[in-house]
């Protein structure tokens, strides 16, 4: 709508490489007649920005007319590069538009993002990439009567692509010329050297930026919801990427904690054993057992139990319950201490039938405080089961000392 109204605004095109961000910015300076600036974040730095600001505050007090101000990879720019654009934005002296592949509410300074919008591209789909694939055959500028793309050829290289038009039109250039002509001057591109011509496709991934963060997210949560199939797939995707096998190991031993916990008692010792498979055998020898440990985590029962415990406990602590140990609980371990009490009143749980005496360890104003609660599933039947017959003796045995 404001591309067709001539209305243009300073904005953040967020979206993968290849989705069309400087395409769009350009087809809107020319929709709306506004003289375009490019300059990369790569290669500019402040003095640039600021030549750029400074001329188009001149070209718009001449001509009236708004300069469109494209940054690619704005991401690049440090937080002092950022804040020269600002004055500028505010003022409207230029139209803005930063394209970026990282998450701009980490990548872009607040002062900045909080006066642009931000759109969101996604990955190209498959007819898309197939019509551009169509079209730089068919046109004079491009491959015009030097090739020949079949269907499966081209539907090949999309799938190589992963959403990405200029992969995907630099993989047919590339297949091109690698392909000898025929004898009627055409180049019939098979699939062989599509497959010769890009050995292996470049995974999306950024160790440090959000893809990292993405793939965890949907490893932890397939996980939790017992689905191993998935659980292999986000595994496979991280490690095929290069993400460290430690970190991942590391992850696959908090969820065997936050999410299994005393429903399967083996789950953390065996994620714990991956993470020493993985330094002892290091990659990729160490990916199955990381593979083992995510199947095994996927289909043991779940409870969160011991996660909410924690949490409750560490609240109380957090609400001002930061209570004192009790004497009875204190070690006399000076003839002073043992005057002022401590040790006073301890119950030695072995000299108690059942190891279990009628004293209380929670401090005075937490008496009575359950935190932990265990869940119906796995083993925690058999800890609620336990639980509760200790109850039983610690009741008996108060009414024993009473």
């Not at 047919?172 to 098979?190: F, W």
Request: proline content about 5%; glycine content about 8%.
């Amino acid at each position: 709508m404001a591309l067709e109204s001539g209305e243009l605004h300073s904005h953040i095109l967020w979206g993968p490489p290849g989705s069309g961000k400087t395409t769009l910015a350009r087809l809107m300076a020319g929709g709306t007649g506004a003289p375009f600036v490019p300059f990369s974040a790569v290669l500019s730095g402040i003095k640039e920005v600021r030549e750029v600001m400074a001329a188009s505050e001149r070209h718009l007090r001449v001509s009236g007319k708004r300069t469109l101000v494209f940054v690619d990879e704005i991401h690049r720019f440090n937080r002092a590069q950022q804040d020269a654009f600002l004055p500028f934005v505010e003022s409207g002296a230029i139209i803005l538009v930063g394209a970026t592949t990282e998450n701009p509410s980490f990548a872009i300074n607040s002062a900045l993002l909080s006066r642009m919008k931000v759109y969101v591209l996604g990955p190209l789909d498959e007819e898309a990439l197939r019509s551009i694939l169509r079209r730089a055959v068919a046109d004079p500028r491009g491959l015009e009567g030097q090739v020949l793309l079949g269907e499966e050829e081209a539907g090949l290289i999309v799938a190589l692509a992963s959403g990405d038009a200029r992969r995907a039109l630099n993989t047919l250039e590339l297949v091109a010329r690698m392909t000898r002509p025929s004898p009627d001057g055409l180049r019939r591109i098979s699939q062989e050297t599509i497959r010769r011509a890009v050995e292996r496709e470049p995974l999306v991934y950024d160790k440090a930026g959000e893809e990292h963060f993405n793939l965890i997210s949907a490893l932890h949560k397939s996980l939790r919801n017992s689905d191993s199939d998935a659980a292999l797939y986000w595994l496979a995707r991280m490690l095929e990427a290069g993400e460290d096998p430690l970190y991942v190991a590391r992850r696959l031993i908090r969820f065997a904690s936050e999410d299994v916990g005393n429903a399967d008692p083996q789950a953390l010792p065996l994620s714990t054993a991956a993470q020493q498979a993985v330094h002892f055998l290091g990659m990729p020898e160490g990916a199955l057992a990381l593979a083992q440990a995510a199947v095994y985590l996927a289909v043991a029962p779940k409870s969160n139990a011991v996660t909410r415990g924690y949490a409750e406990a560490a609240k109380k602590i957090q609400e001002g319950h930061s209570l004192p140990v009790p004497l009875h609980l204190r070690n006399p371990e000076t003839p002073l201490l043992a005057d002022l009490g401590y040790g006073k009143g301890y119950l030695y749980a072995h000299d108690f039938e059942g190891a279990v005496a009628a004293m209380e360890c929670l401090p005075e104003d937490l008496r009575g405080a359950q935190f932990y609660r265990p869940g119906s599933e796995g083993f925690e039947r058999e800890i609620a089961r336990r639980l509760d017959a200790l109850a039983v003796k610690r009741r008996a045995a108060a009414k024993k000392t009473s």
